[in-house]
């Protein structure tokens, strides 16, 4: 993840999926207001939105450590993840 917190989602399916998402620049500054589209340019399309379909599936079932735990969640011996009071991460990955 970038130092910022902040990360591509070229970076997030390598991190999750353990997978290259060509990003190639020919393709991502191609004229996509044409009115037909190249099949490049739609399988480039599809592929990407697979991905953020398969990495929202996977995302939203990691524990939220932007919150708190109310007092009545916390158990002793619970395992948690500590996230700064900045809130600023390298990685929430786990």
Known sequence: MASTGSVGMQQLVKDCFGEHLSKDPSILFSDWDKETLTKELIDYA?????????????????????????????????????????????????
């Open 46 to 94: 599809a592929l990407d939105t697979i991905k953020v379909l398969q990495l929202y599936d996977l995302l939203r079932q990691k524990v939220d450590l932007s919150r708190q735990l109310t007092k009545e969640e916390g158990q002793p011996g619970m395992k948690v993840d500590i996230v700064p009071a900045h809130g600023s991460v390298t990685c929430m990955m786990s």
